[in-house]
């Protein structure tokens, strides 16, 4: 297959399209199915890449000038609603300095409500290992529509594989209303909620839930976050043993212990662990990426996706909110609220 040498010495890294996060997000009203998604050209120029484009449609497919390489199989529809269109190859006389290759893909949400998808994108070898990846956030899908995205990986040090093919390795999606967040605007609830990147050792897995108090008044919690747990499809998960405090997981975690009030004030924040092992005996294996949040009695759920490994154990560890004084805002003020 066709490809094209790559000249630059610059590290490997997989460049997302959005240089800020990586993430596309809808124009206001696009639960509607209608407005296009918002993002801006790879390298700005005249020239359209991608057919005969109208300048007043506002696509997210970098311009420049790329060189189309056929598209394998393996970009084909996944079941998820992800579909990669086009795969290119970017050389320096591309007009897109910094760029080895570019796929294009189109989502659909099959989901019954507005939904924020996590791509990850495989860029592969002619022998099918991964030369590199990429990820992608696009944000409020209507229920039922088509977006369009890109991604891109960045030149490469010295002499890799060159890519013949791309895949959709994993697709993540959310409803737009629970997702997550770490910082940014404050939402309604006048708190953050998210989970870190987690830790395993020896098959034993330790992730926080955080929690901060984003708002202008004082954030009171009492007790352990409630949890429902969730496989690939959103079906619930109801074969796990939910256990108050990770004691019985692992000692030494810090989930242990009675809860305690925690009372935050604005730009504080708190912490509760989960913990779990995925040792795998007798029996079939439980994976639950997805935990749906309540941080107390009574507050609007956040959906987060530590990607649960369970194994055949059936339990996961719980642990109390407790203050985590290595967190507060920058300038120790609130973020500013919608």
Known sequence: MPTLPRTSATVLAAALLLAACGTEAARPGGGNGEAPVQAEVLCPTDHLAHGDTA??????????????????????????????????????????????YSADFELTNRLAEDATYTLTFGFLSASGGAVDHGERTVEAVGPGRTVKGTVVMSETVGNPPAVTGVEVTKVRSVPAAEASSASGTCPRSGVHVYADEGDAAMGLRVVGLHLVNCGTRPYRLDGRPKLELQDEDHKTVDSVRILEGTQRISTGLGGDGS??????????????????????????????????????????????????????????GVGPWRKDETRRSAAGTPATRP
């Not at 662990?273 to 294996?285: F, I, K």
Request: charge should be negative; charged fraction near 15%.
């Open 55 to 100: 300048p007043s449609d506002p696509s997210p497919r970098p311009s420049g000038r790329p060189s189309a390489l056929p598209l394998p199989s393996v970009g084909g529809a996944t079941e998820s609603g992800v579909n990669i269109t086009a795969l290119h190859a970017w050389d320096p006389e591309s007009g897109c300095a910094g760029v080895d």
């Open 259 to 316: 809860p305690k009030a925690v009372v935050l004030g604005p730009g504080e924040a708190a912490v509760a662990g989960l913990a779990w092992r995925n040792t795998t005996q007798a029996g079939e294996p439980v994976n639950a990426p997805y935990v749906r949040v309540w941080a107390r009695p009574a507050a609007a759920p956040v959906m987060v996706v530590p990607e649960l490994d369970l194994g055949t154990t059936g339990r996961l």
